[in-house]
Structures are given as C-alpha cells and as structure tokens.
C-alpha cells in the first residue's frame, strides 16, 4: 500500500513538473525548444471544403524572430517561386515528424478573426500563382468561404540541441543549402546526411563537408 502511494505522488509530482516547463524532458535529456518559420500574406484566401486552404496572390517571408544562424543558412532561397517554395514545403510536411503551430490571421465581415490550426497538413501546392495547404482531417473552425486581409504564420520547433550531461549533442545536415537547408531548418529533416554528434564529424561519418562548398581532408 505504501508503495503504491509512494508511486501516486511521484506520478502526481512528474505531471506538474512537466505542466510547468517550457522545455520536454525524457530522461536525462533536456531538448531546447527554439522556433523557426515562415509567413505569408495573401488579400484574400478560401477555404474549400473543410480541408483545402487557398491563399491567393501570396507573399512569403521568414520570421523576424528566427534566430541569425536560421535565417543565414535558407537565405538564397527565392521566396517570390511559389511553386518551387510550394514544392520544398510538400516534401517538409511528408517528412516531418516534429511539432508545428499554424495561424491563421483574416477579415470576415469586417471584424479581425485568429484561429490556431492544429491539424495535420499533408499536402502544399501552388498553382496560378496561388498556394495551398491541405489538411488530413477537416477544419471546422475554418470559414467555409473567402476571407480577406489573411495571414498565415507557420512555426515548427526541433530539437536542435540535446544535453546529454555535460556533453552537448549539435545535430548537423551535412553539405546542405538551398531547399535542403530549408528542409532542415524548417522540419528538422535533412536529405543528405544527418551528423548527429555534429559538423565537425561530417567527414569522419558521412564522407562529405560540413557546409557546401567545404572539403574533406
């Protein structure tokens, strides 16, 4: 009896602990949650049928509060070729397997709306200049018709350091840039080669430079 209480406590104790950090812990490692992202402003958006978002005529931009060495890395990508941009997301919310936040800022009847959006996307496109966000379940909370004014703001985190201790793990994707770096940067996913323990062992382990246009020895 007592140390089924004892286990009570403990169990009750490790979910307040966990309600009041700002930081997942699993075991002895502590992940540091930093945001990364971009947004895109539209006149007007639709959406059609609970499961396709539609903005029109979209302008796409970083956000300002990425970190410098975030914002450096994905800086030749053109943000104004929708459809390659389109493109590179598509393949980030196949990938992705990590945490994202979604939101939606828009006129509707002449009053300013926000809405979080925590369903799954699973499909970008781009077509006519225009680009969409399908989702793997339908959006209720979503006005089933134009909005106005729109913002979407997209915002994933990684873990892109793990303290294991003393010892600081820097996860690296080595020799990447462009989409690649986006698709990194964006969704934690890396298709080159992934260097767990760093750039430093990108030759030793994956046979190619840390950063493009780097050597090996």
Not at 150 to 166: C, N, Y
Request: proline share 6%; glycine share 8%; charged share 15%.
């Amino acid at each position: 009896m007592r140390l089924r209480f004892c286990f009570l406590l403990f169990s009750v104790f490790c979910t307040v602990a966990y309600s009041n950090s700002d930081k997942p812990v699993a075991g002895t490692q502590m992940v540091k949650m930093e945001g990364r992202g971009f947004y895109i402003t539209s006149p007007s958006a639709v959406f059609d049928g609970n499961k396709t978002l539609t903005l029109n005529a979209p302008v796409i931009d970083w956000l300002g509060d990425m970190k410098k060495e975030h914002l450096d890395v994905p800086a030749g990508i053109d943000l104004s070729d929708i459809p390659s941009f389109a493109a590179t997301l598509d393949t980030g919310f196949k990938k992705s397997r990590i945490l994202s936040t979604i939101t939606l800022h828009f006129v509707k009847s002449g009053k300013q709306q926000t809405l979080d959006i925590h369903d799954q996307v699973i499909h970008a496109s781009s077509g006519n200049g225009n680009i969409s966000f399908s989702f793997k379940e339908a959006v209720e909370s979503i006005p089933d018709q134009t909005m106005e004014q729109v913002t979407l703001t997209f915002k994933t985190w990684h873990p892109p350091t793990v303290s294991l201790g003393r010892f600081p793990m820097h996860a690296a994707c080595c020799n990447c840039s462009g989409g690649c770096a986006a698709l990194w940067i964006l969704f934690g996913w890396c298709n080159t080669c992934l260097e767990p323990s760093g750039g430093e062992f990108c030759c030793q382990h994956c046979h190619m430079p840390a950063a493009p246009g780097g050597t090996c020895p």
